[in-house]
C-alpha cells in the first residue's frame, strides 16, 4: 500500500436537478444556461468546464491519478475528457455508478481504480483549496478537511443563510472526528468550540471504506450515505480520522445563483492539466 496518495476519486454522477432549476434571477450566459440544462455541473462553462479549475487543484497538490464516478448516460464528461482535452499531468479514468444511489454507493464505484491504496475523495461541484487537498495526502490514516465556518463565510461565495445549515464536525481532543452532525441547530453549535467547522465532502480514505459501504443500510432519504459508510468504519473496523482544520473557503457550485460568484472568485485562474 502507498502512504503518500496520488489518487483522487471525484464524485460526478449527481442528477444536477438544483443546476436544472431555472432562476431568473441568475447572472448566467446562454452558454452556462445551456449546460445548467443537462445538469453536469462539472462542465459549467467558467470560461472553460468548472472541473478543469478542480483538477488543476489536484495536479498542484501532487496527485497524479483521478478517477471521475459518471452515470452511463453522462457522454458528455466522458467524450470531453477523453476526446478534446490533452491531459499532461494526470491519468483520468472513469468508473460507472449504474443508478444514482447515494455518496456511498459512488465510492463503491471506485474500488477498482482505488485497490488497496489511499486515496481522496471529493465533489465534482466544489473547488476546493489546494492546501487541504496536500495536506490530506500527508496524513498516515484516514482523515477529512474540516473547514472554518468563519473562513467560509468571509472567503467563500455560499451565501451565510445556507451555509448555517452545512453539516458540522465533532472532534475529540486528540484532533480525531467523532461525529458530523447533518443540518445542527445553533444550539449545538453553540456548544461546540472554536472554530466551527464544516464538512464539505473532502476525504481521505484507505480500503475499509468499501467494506462498510457494502455494510450500511439506506438513509431515511433513501440513500447510501458516505457519513454512514464513515461512522461504520468507527464503530465496527476501529478506524480514526484526522480532522484537519483548513483555514480557506471551499466553493461550491450547485445552482445557477452560484455561477456568477464562482465566475469572479476564479477569472484569471490558471489551469494546466
Known sequence: MNTLMDKAVILARGLGTRMRKQDDSASISQDEAYVADTGIKALIPIDRPFLDYVLHALAESGYKHVCLIVGPEQDQLRSYYQDTVQLQRLNLSFAIQAQPLGTA????????FAADDPFLVINSDNYYPPQALSSLRELPGPGLAAFNREAMFTGGNIPADRLTKFAVIRTDGRGHMTQIIEKPDPSVIAQLPEPVCVSM?????GPSIFTACRNISPSPRGELEITDAVQYTIENLGETYTALIVNAPVLDLSSRADIASVREKLAGSEVIL
Request: with cysteine; proline share 0%.
Open 201 to 205: 465532502n473532502c476525504w481521505r480514505f
Open 105 to 112: 454507493d459512488a465510492v463503491l464505484a471506485s474500488e477498482n
